[in-house]
């Protein structure tokens, strides 16, 4: 049973527009959620994260948007760049201390960005 | 970039010989993880360790055991590597007071 899920292994956008990326999950113990984005040859790396006390969470160009009812987070990208093409992996967490870092991770997402 | 180094970066191995993989960090972060990524997956959690000596098993522990004797090196062994343990691994640290994991560049291990 797979509980965190993006469901579209890839996503194309042209330079400029917005990119979202979605992540579903289904343990309501999760309460702690973030986005890596991860490029060929490189480990992962962190990208933004929300604690399931909040709703939004912004930076620059990122935005991470929780869902608690519908166990729904999105990710916008805005404006999206050539840069941004790589793949996204959305990780959800529950508890602190010992247990964070002890992430569920979904399938990735491939994200392409056109000229 | 956090200090966290992987070795070997690429390795190809028989079947049933041993294998070892060294994650290195010079954050003094306590907090340590083994995942392996396969294609078209998300990472899947091996072991993880939360102080010397102090280890435990994540969701695909089996054939897999870790030591770590100092703060900055944490080992994952394959006892007896098989063709299902192709994969790349990579190691992760955690400061305590932050969620976020940081990321070494992985090894890509090849058990033929």
């Known amino acids: 049973d797979q509980q965190v899920k993006q469901n579209s292994p890839s996503l194309s956008v042209q330079e400029g527009r917005i990119s979202i990326l979605n992540c579903d999950y289904t343990n309501s113990m999760f309460d702690y959620f973030l986005w890596y984005k991860k490029y060929p040859a490189e480990g992962p790396t962190f990208l933004i994260s929300i604690s399931s006390i909040k709703d939004k969470n912004e930076d620059g160009r990122f935005t991470v948007f929780l869902n608690k009812s519908a166990k729904h987070l999105s990710l916008h990208i805005v404006p999206s760049q050539p840069g941004d093409s790589a793949v996204y992996f959305c990780?959800?967490?529950?508890?602190?201390?010992?247990?964070?870092?002890?992430?569920?991770f979904g399938d990735g997402t491939t994200l392409t960005v056109k000229p | 970039d956090a200090g966290i180094t992987q070795s070997p970066r690429h390795k190809v191995t028989e079947t049933g010989t041993p294998v070892t993989l060294r994650c290195h960090q010079t954050e003094n972060h306590r907090y340590m993880y083994w995942y392996r990524q396969d294609p078209g997956h998300g990472l899947r959690l091996i072991h993880y360790s939360y102080g010397v000596k102090d280890t435990d098993k994540g969701e695909v522990s089996d054939g897999y055991s870790v030591s770590r004797s100092k703060t900055e090196d944490f080992l994952l062994t394959l006892e007896s590597a098989t063709s299902s343990q192709t994969s790349v691994y990579f190691c992760?640290?955690?400061?305590?007071?932050?969620?976020?994991?940081?990321f070494g560049s992985g090894t890509q291990l090849s058990v033929l």
């Open positions: 992760a640290i955690r400061n305590r007071m932050d969620e976020k994991l940081f």
């Open positions: 990780a959800a967490s529950k508890g602190q201390n010992t247990n964070a870092g002890k992430s569920t």
